[in-house]
Every structure is written in C-alpha cells, then in structure tokens.
C-alpha cells in the first residue's frame, strides 16, 4: 500500500514500537489515528504525529474490553471516513511460569494480544470489503511461532494471532483485503520492563523501536505476508525441523538462568 495520503489506525501507540509507527507514519504523509489506555503518552504521540499530519486523532481504550474494541475501530472508520489499514499492535507481556498462571491472567492476556486484534479485524472487515480495499497488520512475534520458557500465556497468545493471520490471508487472498504478519525479535521499549512479570531469563540484544517501526512500514508497502525484524526466521527452521533439540535448548537455557 502508500503511505502518503493514507488513513491508518495503530494500537498500542503511547509507547514503544506503535509510538514509533505512529510518528513515521504521519511524517510520511498519512493520516493516523493512535489507540492505548494511556492518555497523557498518547497525547505526547499525537502531538508528534498532528505536527505532520493534523487530522490525526487518538482513542482512549482499554483494549481487554473487546466489544470496545470493535467500537473503537469503527468510530475511527466513521470518523476519517475509511480505514486503509489497522495495525493491531497493541500487547501485554506475561513473564510467568505456567505453575504461577491463574485463569483470569490466561483470558486477560489472550484478550489484548488476540481476541481484541481478530474482533477489530471482523468489525472492519465488512467495509473494506464493500471498498475492495484494505490492509491488517499484526504484530505477533517471535515467540508466536516458537514456544518461549517461562512465557506460556503470551506465547500461546502470539501463536493464535499467528494461526489467525495466516487463516485470514488464504480467507482473503484474492478480495483486495491484504494481510501482513510482523514478528518482532527484541525491540527496546518498555515490555521489557512492565510490571507483574518476572524478570527475562535472559539479558539480549536489542533493535531500536524506530528500526522496527521501518520494518513495519516495509511490510504495508511490500508483497510479503510474514516479516521477522530482526531477521530470526532461522531459528523459528530449525524449531520446526527438529523440536526435541529446541525443547532441549530452551529447558537448558531456562535451568542456567534460574541457577
Ligand atoms: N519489545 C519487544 O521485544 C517485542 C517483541 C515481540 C513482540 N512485541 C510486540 O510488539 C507490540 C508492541 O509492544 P512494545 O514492545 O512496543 O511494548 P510497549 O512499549 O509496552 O507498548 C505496548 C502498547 O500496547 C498498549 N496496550 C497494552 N495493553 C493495552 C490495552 N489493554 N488496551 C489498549 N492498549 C494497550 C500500551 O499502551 P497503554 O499501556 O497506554 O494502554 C502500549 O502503547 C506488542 O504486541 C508486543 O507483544 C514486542
């Protein structure tokens, strides 16, 4: 898709890598309308992206209230008139053992990093298909095509937004509906460091938001269905060839981290 004059819809955009999206697609000329609970962060976002592109607009929304959710994404469609594109972006972290999760924990999580990103998608739906156009982007990661230690609840999350974004796009192939798939690696921002979670096993390098925003803004405008920034598709290969050995690593990895 082009950017320039294009009316996009970002969740998750008071921090992180929805923030960074949020300001380099309004500075290259599209039409952004920021979604978070946050509302003094989005404010400061939207600030940024109204200098470049005015009629940009934000929505204070909890997204784990999903029919609030469809709501959100529909108003913003009533609001700018059309939708060329939503990033369902936004996401919650669960560093926690699968001893340590409880029911409600499981569904609030499953609820922002999945059921709000499908039902805003089904809501939207209808009306870019009546456009014959429109584009859904969703950040999953990697840990929705590879099980993380110790991150059962936001794996498990992941890997439906995954299953969901490849069953769309075969759905939608020839509507003029694209779908695009983005799996971040590491990304500096503050996931890493939110409360309720245990710490990470491990201490990894890290890309910049604003490198990823990029990736995510090469993805709307390239061919390809699934993106990885950074570039781990090869250890998401070797996982599916040979699971008892990457079963073996992780158990491994997480036991020297708890030592
Ligand atoms: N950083 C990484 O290493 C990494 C790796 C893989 C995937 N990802 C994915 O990238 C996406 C962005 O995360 P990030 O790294 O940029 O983290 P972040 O800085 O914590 O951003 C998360 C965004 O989601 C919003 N959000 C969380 N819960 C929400 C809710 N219930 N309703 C509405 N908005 C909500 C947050 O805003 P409020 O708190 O203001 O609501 C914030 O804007 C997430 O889906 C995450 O899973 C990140």
Redesign the pocket.
């Known amino acids: 898709m082009q950017i320039s004059g294009s009316t996009v819809l970002v969740?998750?955009?008071?921090?992180?890598?929805?923030?960074a999206l949020a300001r380099r697609l309004a500075s290259d000329g599209a039409t952004v309308g920021i979604?978070?609970?946050?509302q003094d962060?989005?404010a400061q976002v939207l600030a940024d992206c109204q200098a470049a592109s005015p009629q940009s607009r934000m929505w204070v929304?909890?997204?784990?209230d999903v029919d609030g959710a469809e709501g959100v994404v529909l108003e913003a469609w009533d609001t700018f008139g059309h939708l060329d594109c939503l990033v369902n972006?936004?996401?919650?972290?669960m560093r926690r053992h699968t001893t340590k999760l409880d029911a409600e924990t499981l569904d609030w999580v499953m609820r922002?990093?999945f059921t709000a990103p499908a039902r805003m998608t089904m809501a939207v739906l209808p009306r870019m298909l009546e456009r014959g156009s429109g584009m859904i982007v969703n950040?999953?990661?990697?840990?929705g095509r590879l099980g993380n230690a110790n991150e059962a609840a936001y794996s498990a999350s992941?890997f439906a937004l995954c299953g969901w974004s490849e069953a769309i796009a075969v759905d939608l192939f020839d509507t003029g509906v694209k779908v695009r798939l983005v799996n971040?690696?590491?990304?500096d921002?503050?996931?890493?460091d939110?409360p309720d979670n245990d710490d990470p096993l491990v201490d990894v390098p890290?890309v910049s938001?604003e490198d990823m925003a990029d990736a995510i803004v090469n993805a709307m405008e390239g061919d390809a269905f699934e993106t990885y920034f950074p570039d781990m598709k090869a250890i998401i290969e070797m996982k599916t060839s040979d699971p008892d050995t990457f079963l073996q690593g992780m158990a491994d990895m997480a036991r020297a981290a708890h030592r």
């Open positions: 969740t998750g955009a008071s921090s992180g890598i929805g923030a979604v978070a609970r946050r962060r989005l929304a909890d997204l784990s972006n936004a996401g919650v972290p922002v990093n950040v999953s990661s990697v840990a992941k971040p690696g590491p990304i921002t503050e996931i890493w939110l890290k938001s």
